[in-house]
């Protein structure tokens, strides 16, 4: 209603410069102007569609697995998301997709497990059923009427100081080789989800005028 398109399944395939301004992008062939370009992704990849000196460090992946479940009774929190800190632990975040939305039969979660290289991911599955139980969040007694697994074998990169403050670094340097561009998200050494929403709103507010 607003005037805004979104491509989705969609790939920036070249990027069109004018001195050090992003005049256009070019995706899956078809060439869109800009006046002024927010970009969300690693900034890695617009260094390299750049063609830019500026060198990246490589990330370090850490192999991750989706761990998804379906309970015949709700789980006994209203939260939607819930991050675990307990090292004891195999889950890392869970996300309880019932509690997002009332479009489903069953109470779903999905719990999300990262390890090395070594890790038994197909393994895990019944640890981590054991786990939702043992934690709380549901009931012993609450049948499980579906589980199954994802493994995901690039992952989440390992935030480590050494590639945090390099990566800030390189993002800072390439923004200054472009006058129309605007880097946000979790690279330029944000965390998510709180920083990197607050950042990127004060991003867009700061250049609304024309933001791509």
């Known amino acids: 209603d607003l005037g805004v398109t979104l491509l989705t399944g969609s790939s920036i395939t070249r990027l069109h410069r004018q001195g050090d301004t992003v005049s256009a992008v070019e995706i899956d062939g078809e060439v869109c102007a800009v006046d002024q370009l927010i970009w969300s992704i690693a900034p ?96 012993v007694d609450n049948p499980c009427l579906y589980q199954g697994s994802r493994p995901i074998s690039n992952g989440f990169p390992v935030p480590d100081l050494d590639y945090t403050s390099a990566t800030v670094a390189c993002s800072a340097a390439l923004e200054k080789t472009v006058s129309n561009v605007k880097f946000v998200g979790r690279a330029p050494g944000r965390f998510f989800m709180k920083d990197v929403l607050m950042h990127t709103y004060a991003v867009v507010d700061e250049s609304r005028a024309g933001a791509v």
Do not use: M, W
């Open 44 to 139: 890695a990849l617009f260094a390299k569609l750049n063609a830019s000196k500026i060198n990246f460090p490589a990330p370090l992946f850490r192999k991750t697995a989706l761990y998804d479940y379906s309970f015949e009774r709700p789980l006994t929190t209203s939260c939607y998301y819930i991050n675990n800190y307990d090292t004891s632990n195999l889950a890392s975040r869970i996300t309880l997709y019932s509690n997002l939305t009332s479009a489903y039969d069953y109470h779903n979660c999905t719990v999300e497990v990262l390890g090395g290289n070594d890790f038994d991911f197909a393994g895990g599955q019944a640890v981590v059923l054991q786990e939702l139980r043992s934690s709380g969040l549901v009931e």
